[in-house]
């Protein structure tokens, strides 16, 4: 079955960098784009941006410039978002989702909770 | 940018009927999707264009979409469909991006 897995709950310092990983199975890697949603202790999904499985060329959403990068390894179906300089505000659970031709999201990891504390 | 507005709350008793509406300018002529979110889990997608349901998904799940609101219908409700609900659309006006809608919690009374 379609399936996106990804990496474990990152405690990490201010300052520090992390890197997530969303493997996929199930389905041709590179047939469907890659987007990345955002969840804040006790708030509402937010659109990162995706990444273009095919090319690697990556869309940011406004506020997720500059610390924010996704790459792929398409040898291994895993898409990867890193975040570097990472502040308290980054404290979240990150999902990676597949982009659906229709515009809609599914399947989606089943998130992994970045902790940002010193 | 495409703003999707979503009342915070809704409340209904078992057996009822409960709507959960996402606004948005001209929301009809884009195709929207909705996402059903339990606490601790990702969230699962239960209504795309506008009105699909993918299997797995009970019949009692429906969606509208029409001028300036698309509205997720929840009939019979039961206890367990008891969550926060996403609506979402992909805006290809300008560029390709997604939106999400800001949340309803909904609450079985």
């Known amino acids: 079955q379609v399936q996106l897995v990804q990496s474990g709950s990152e405690l990490k310092k201010p300052g520090a960098s992390v890197k997530v990983s969303c493997k996929a199975s199930?389905?041709?890697?590179?047939?469907?784009?890659m987007n990345w949603v955002r969840q804040a202790p006790g708030q509402g999904l937010e659109w990162m941006g995706w990444i273009n499985t095919n090319t690697g060329n990556p869309t940011y959403a406004q506020g997720f410039t500059g610390r924010f990068v996704f790459s792929l390894d398409t040898s291994v179906s895993t898409a990867y978002l890193q975040i570097s300089s990472l502040k308290a505000e980054d404290t979240a659970v990150y999902y990676c989702?597949?982009?659906?031709?229709?515009?809609?999201?599914?399947?989606w990891g089943q998130g992994t909770l970045v902790t940002v504390s010193s | 940018s495409y703003v999707l507005t979503q009342p915070p709350s809704v409340s209904v008793a078992p057996g009822k009927t409960a709507r959960i509406t996402c606004g948005g300018n001209?929301?009809?002529?884009?195709?929207v999707h909705w996402y059903q979110q339990k606490p601790g889990q990702a969230p699962v997608l239960v209504i795309y264009y506008d009105s699909d349901r993918p299997s797995g998904i009970p019949e009692r799940f429906s969606g509208s979409n029409s001028g300036n609101t698309a509205t997720l219908t929840i009939s019979r409700v039961e206890a367990g469909d008891e969550a926060d609900y996403y609506c979402?659309?992909?805006?290809?006006?300008?560029?390709?991006?997604?939106?999400f809608g800001g949340g309803t919690k909904l609450t079985v009374l």
């Open positions: 001209n929301i009809g002529s884009k195709s």
């Open positions: 199930g389905y041709t890697f590179t047939n469907y784009a």
């Open positions: 989702a597949r982009l659906e031709s229709g515009g809609w999201f599914d399947p």
């Open positions: 979402q659309v992909w805006d290809s006006s300008s560029d390709h991006r997604g939106v």
